[in-house]
């Protein structure tokens, strides 16, 4: 996972409330390897006619929200099915954070699987931040992790909040699994008392 | 000594779980069993490339669902005509196989929609944390379990440690008091349930169903309202074990044996909330009133009564709501004020972890029963037990006599990914649970509606008060 510091980026303005993942990816690119690349999947009935054909107008294809790494979404960004291939699709088009009043919990904890920095800011912070990124294209924004600060493109700045053992993740750019297992042997105490107290799981099976 | 304090059912569940916390409310969570489809291959994939094993093979079970056809199931993987639908089954198997996992396959006896099976099986119990690759894992709150669904990353962790990390949720109660007025289902009180909380309502909660509509559904009903709860926002819905989920549970393949049956029974009673505990938040409808439902938008939140009329979005007092709203019926073809009884329709689909099981199926013929469907009408049955089982009572025969198509078990038209969609601007009234832009297919237009309500629409060849046949 690559570690997140800070960045300074163009953001690209989709503020629409509750933004599902079947919009974000539909279904039917889910069953692609992940080395065909999901660039092109992203929003793909957004951005592309039935035949294929680009539709020039949709906010990502118009320069300079084409270079765009940050995303301004509206409230519950990312609700809906447990598809992954969501924030692959957003990463892979360059996007490293995403900002919106909130997410979908479990899109929230898959961003963090994939260094994909959610952040949450109040509605009335990012509708300003959005009808700003509508009239001045290329307006950057500043996100500073371990500050946890967003630096507008006004130059206001604005906090916000993610857990401390989330947030060094990020950072470093570390994974769960590694992680956990360096508990192995809590698991395994807590495995062997669990299955000893409740022990018609599985009919013997477990 | 002082008494301890009460907690619900869902602190009971965390309690439990819980090998170790961390940060400000995340626990790493003991999972019971975790169920997986086609669609985390990634999780698998990356097992491979990090050389890592699966902890407790017996404890992760695999099911062909999303991309298995629903005809010519007798020619086997040769039936799958998309070369990549048939890759993501045969990967499946392979991943199974080499895990030792055990997969209920395209040709298993038992195989179908996951959340349908791992029920029919009683693997879920109360009291369990149950994970998997679906949002819809969210079904099995309906024993009483803390059930939730996990991309493909944390399936990988689920797959590598047996334990998940997870934040705390709040907890919402939602109170469903009054009795159900004939022809109203499990179907119509979740949707007027999410029309109240709206879509993103429930995020960061999990919810506990009370109240006395709860108490008289069945175990199917109870699926089928925690089934939708993710279409709140919420990660989870559950109601508390009672003598209904005893009942269903005993005798089921996974469940205990005699044995250990008094044990077994003794620790799920012991898992529902305590008198006097409390939550977070909490939420109220009430259930005489809720009509049969349809939904008109592009959200499950945009639901109204059969009743109804399509509403003016410029009259909802969420702003954000409206601009949704506005969009929404821009794509589903409709003005405000229209009668939702003059929405004519192009076809119908009964089926999804939703509505797809056995008393889903008898409510649906009990409409179809000696009348016609006028529009092309497909069911799809949610596993192959309820398959018999229906065909066992002639169910299939009723439909079959009214023109419905009678299929095999799978995902199918809920989400199009095997292949059975919905063509671009056709309307189809849906037993599914999403009716997301494209969701059935691009530029399909679905509205949500009960088992009973769908075959009153394929009858009717528009949406129908299922009242009017009963």
């Given at each position: 996972m690559q570690p997140f510091t800070t960045l300074r980026a163009i953001a690209a303005p989709y503020f629409e409330a509750d933004i599902d993942t079947d919009k974000i990816?539909?279904?039917?690119?889910?069953?692609?390897?992940l080395s065909a690349g999901y660039r092109n999947f992203l929003f793909y009935n957004e951005r592309f006619t039935p035949e294929g054909t680009v539709k020039p107008d949709f906010v990502l294809h118009r320069p300079p929200y084409d270079r765009a790494q940050v995303l301004v979404a509206g409230r519950n960004?990312?609700?809906?099915?447990?598809?992954e291939g969501a924030v692959y699709a957003l990463a892979d088009f360059g996007f490293r954070a995403l900002i919106a009043p909130s997410f979908g919990d479990i899109f929230h904890a898959n961003c963090l699987q994939n260094g994909v920095l959610p952040v949450v800011l109040p509605d009335a912070v990012i509708a300003g931040l959005a009808k700003h990124l509508v009239e001045q294209p290329g307006a950057e924004v500043t996100i500073d992790l371990p500050g946890q600060e967003v630096t507008m493109p006004d130059g206001s700045r604005h906090r916000f909040e993610l857990d401390p053992v989330r947030k060094d993740q990020l950072l470093r750019g570390l994974d769960d699994i590694g992680i956990t297992l360096t508990d192995a042997g809590l698991i395994e105490a807590f495995e062997a008392q669990y299955h000893r107290r409740l022990h018609w799981l599985g009919n013997g099976r477990t | 000594m002082a008494a301890p304090t009460p907690r619900t059912m869902y602190e009971k569940i965390w309690d439990e779980h819980a090998v170790r916390t961390r940060g400000e409310n995340e626990a790493l969570l003991y999972v019971d069993y975790n169920v997986v489809h086609e669609g985390p291959f990634y999780a698998f994939d990356g097992l491979i490339q990090e050389g890592r094993a699966v902890r407790r093979p017996a404890q992760t079970i695999a099911f062909s669902d999303h991309y298995v056809p629903t005809v010519q199931r007798e020619r086997g993987l040769d039936g799958i005509v998309d070369p990549e639908a048939r890759s993501m089954v045969e990967q499946l198997a392979k991943n199974a196989a080499t895990t030792g996992i055990t997969h209920y396959g395209m040709d298993h006896p038992q195989q179908g929609i996951m959340h349908v099976v791992a029920a029919e099986l009683g693997l879920v119990q109360p009291g369990m944390v149950v994970t998997g690759s679906d949002s819809h894992i969210a079904t099995n709150g309906a024993f009483g379990a803390f059930g939730f669904g996990v991309g493909a990353s944390q399936v990988k962790h689920i797959l590598a440690t047996q334990t998940v990390w997870l934040k705390k949720a709040r907890t919402m109660q939602v109170v469903v008091d009054g009795t159900l007025g004939p022809g109203v289902s499990a179907k119509d009180v979740v949707l007027a349930i999410i029309e109240h909380l709206s879509i993103g309502g429930g995020v960061g909660h999990v919810i506990e169903y009370t109240g006395t509509v709860i108490r008289a559904l069945s175990m199917e009903g109870r699926m089928t309202l925690c089934n939708m709860t993710i279409e709140g926002g919420a990660r989870a819905g559950m109601i508390a074990p009672d003598e209904i989920t005893v009942a269903y549970l005993k005798g089921r393949e996974y469940a205990p044996d005699a044995a250990a049956w008094a044990d077994a029974v003794a620790y799920w009673r012991s898992i529902a909330t305590d008198a006097g505990a409390t939550y977070d938040r909490h939420a109220a409808v009430d259930g005489s009133r809720i009509e049969p439902m349809v939904t008109w938008g592009t959200a499950q939140d945009e639901a109204t009564g059969i009743g109804g009329t399509v509403p003016?979005?410029?009259?909802?007092?969420d702003p954000a709501r409206r601009v949704r709203a506005r969009r929404a019926l821009d794509y589903m073809k409709l003005v405000p004020g229209?009668?939702?009884?003059?929405i004519a329709i192009d076809r119908v689909f009964i089926g999804s972890c939703t509505n797809a099981r056995l008393e889903d199926l008898r409510e649906a013929a009990r409409v179809a029963e000696g009348r016609k469907v006028v529009v092309p009408s497909v069911i799809v049955p949610g596993s192959q037990t309820v398959k018999r089982a229906a065909e066992a009572e002639g169910l299939d025969q009723v439909f079959l006599a009214a023109g419905f198509e009678w299929r095999s078990p799978g995902c199918s038209m809920c989400t199009g990914s095997n292949g059975d969609r919905v063509p671009a601007g056709e309307r189809c009234a849906s037993t599914s649970n999403r009716n997301f832009e494209g969701r059935q297919g691009r530029g399909s237009l679905t509205h949500l509606v009960s088992p009973a309500m769908a075959a009153a629409a394929a009858i009717s060849g528009r949406l129908a008060d299922v009242r009017d046949f009963l």
């Amino acid at each position: 996972m690559q570690p997140f510091t800070t960045l300074r980026a163009i953001a690209a303005p989709y503020f629409e409330a509750d933004i599902d993942t079947d919009k974000i990816i539909p279904h039917r690119y889910l069953r692609k390897p992940l080395s065909a690349g999901y660039r092109n999947f992203l929003f793909y009935n957004e951005r592309f006619t039935p035949e294929g054909t680009v539709k020039p107008d949709f906010v990502l294809h118009r320069p300079p929200y084409d270079r765009a790494q940050v995303l301004v979404a509206g409230r519950n960004f990312g609700g809906g099915s447990t598809r992954e291939g969501a924030v692959y699709a957003l990463a892979d088009f360059g996007f490293r954070a995403l900002i919106a009043p909130s997410f979908g919990d479990i899109f929230h904890a898959n961003c963090l699987q994939n260094g994909v920095l959610p952040v949450v800011l109040p509605d009335a912070v990012i509708a300003g931040l959005a009808k700003h990124l509508v009239e001045q294209p290329g307006a950057e924004v500043t996100i500073d992790l371990p500050g946890q600060e967003v630096t507008m493109p006004d130059g206001s700045r604005h906090r916000f909040e993610l857990d401390p053992v989330r947030k060094d993740q990020l950072l470093r750019g570390l994974d769960d699994i590694g992680i956990t297992l360096t508990d192995a042997g809590l698991i395994e105490a807590f495995e062997a008392q669990y299955h000893r107290r409740l022990h018609w799981l599985g009919n013997g099976r477990t | 000594m002082a008494a301890p304090t009460p907690r619900t059912m869902y602190e009971k569940i965390w309690d439990e779980h819980a090998v170790r916390t961390r940060g400000e409310n995340e626990a790493l969570l003991y999972v019971d069993y975790n169920v997986v489809h086609e669609g985390p291959f990634y999780a698998f994939d990356g097992l491979i490339q990090e050389g890592r094993a699966v902890r407790r093979p017996a404890q992760t079970i695999a099911f062909s669902d999303h991309y298995v056809p629903t005809v010519q199931r007798e020619r086997g993987l040769d039936g799958i005509v998309d070369p990549e639908a048939r890759s993501m089954v045969e990967q499946l198997a392979k991943n199974a196989a080499t895990t030792g996992i055990t997969h209920y396959g395209m040709d298993h006896p038992q195989q179908g929609i996951m959340h349908v099976v791992a029920a029919e099986l009683g693997l879920v119990q109360p009291g369990m944390v149950v994970t998997g690759s679906d949002s819809h894992i969210a079904t099995n709150g309906a024993f009483g379990a803390f059930g939730f669904g996990v991309g493909a990353s944390q399936v990988k962790h689920i797959l590598a440690t047996q334990t998940v990390w997870l934040k705390k949720a709040r907890t919402m109660q939602v109170v469903v008091d009054g009795t159900l007025g004939p022809g109203v289902s499990a179907k119509d009180v979740v949707l007027a349930i999410i029309e109240h909380l709206s879509i993103g309502g429930g995020v960061g909660h999990v919810i506990e169903y009370t109240g006395t509509v709860i108490r008289a559904l069945s175990m199917e009903g109870r699926m089928t309202l925690c089934n939708m709860t993710i279409e709140g926002g919420a990660r989870a819905g559950m109601i508390a074990p009672d003598e209904i989920t005893v009942a269903y549970l005993k005798g089921r393949e996974y469940a205990p044996d005699a044995a250990a049956w008094a044990d077994a029974v003794a620790y799920w009673r012991s898992i529902a909330t305590d008198a006097g505990a409390t939550y977070d938040r909490h939420a109220a409808v009430d259930g005489s009133r809720i009509e049969p439902m349809v939904t008109w938008g592009t959200a499950q939140d945009e639901a109204t009564g059969i009743g109804g009329t399509v509403p003016d979005p410029e009259s909802l007092s969420d702003p954000a709501r409206r601009v949704r709203a506005r969009r929404a019926l821009d794509y589903m073809k409709l003005v405000p004020g229209q009668s939702i009884r003059d929405i004519a329709i192009d076809r119908v689909f009964i089926g999804s972890c939703t509505n797809a099981r056995l008393e889903d199926l008898r409510e649906a013929a009990r409409v179809a029963e000696g009348r016609k469907v006028v529009v092309p009408s497909v069911i799809v049955p949610g596993s192959q037990t309820v398959k018999r089982a229906a065909e066992a009572e002639g169910l299939d025969q009723v439909f079959l006599a009214a023109g419905f198509e009678w299929r095999s078990p799978g995902c199918s038209m809920c989400t199009g990914s095997n292949g059975d969609r919905v063509p671009a601007g056709e309307r189809c009234a849906s037993t599914s649970n999403r009716n997301f832009e494209g969701r059935q297919g691009r530029g399909s237009l679905t509205h949500l509606v009960s088992p009973a309500m769908a075959a009153a629409a394929a009858i009717s060849g528009r949406l129908a008060d299922v009242r009017d046949f009963l």
